[in-house]
Nanobody, 115 residues
Framework: QVLLVESGGGLVQPGGSLRLSCAASGISISFSRMGWYRQAPGKQREWVATIFRDSSTNYADSVKGRFAISRDVAKNTVYLQMDRLKPEDTAVYYC?????????WGQGTQVTVSS
C-alpha cells in the first residue's frame, strides 16, 4: 500500500516561510517522479514543483525563485521549502508520486498566508 503523508502546513504572514514535508511509504522516491500541487478555494488543482529521478527540478512560474523542492532518499521524504510567501499562495498543498504504473496522492496540508 502506498501512502504519502504531508505535514508542515499552517498560518504564516506574508513574506514568511514554511517547509512542507511528504513522507512516502510503499514507494521509493528515488525511482519516482515526485511533485507538489496546490488547490485554492474555488480553483482547479495546479502544479507547483517536480523533482525527477535524476534530482533535477522544475517549477511553476508563479513560485520560481521562492520555492524549492528537495528530497532525502534515506528518509524517503520530499520537501517543499516556501519563502517570501504571498496571500495568493494560500491553498491546500498535495504531494504527488508518479511511477510507470500509477499516480499517488497525499491527503493535503493547508497553507494560509495572511496578516
Amino acid at each position: 500500500q502506498v501512502l504519502l503523508v504531508e505535514s508542515g502546513g499552517g498560518l504564516v504572514q506574508p513574506g514568511g516561510s514554511l517547509r512542507l514535508s511528504c513522507a512516502a511509504s510503499g514507494i521509493s522516491i528515488s525511482f519516482s517522479r515526485m511533485g507538489w500541487y496546490r488547490q485554492a478555494p474555488g480553483k482547479q488543482r495546479e502544479w507547483v514543483a517536480t523533482i525527477f529521478r535524476d534530482s533535477s527540478t522544475n517549477y511553476a512560474d508563479s513560485v520560481k525563485g521562492r520555492f524549492a523542492i528537495s528530497r532525502d532518499v534515506a528518509k524517503n521524504t520530499v520537501y517543499l521549502q516556501m519563502d517570501r510567501l504571498k496571500p495568493e499562495d494560500t491553498a491546500v498543498y498535495y504531494c504527488n508520486g508518479r511511477t510507470a504504473f500509477s499516480d499517488y496522492w497525499g491527503q493535503g496540508t493547508q497553507v494560509t498566508v495572511s496578516s
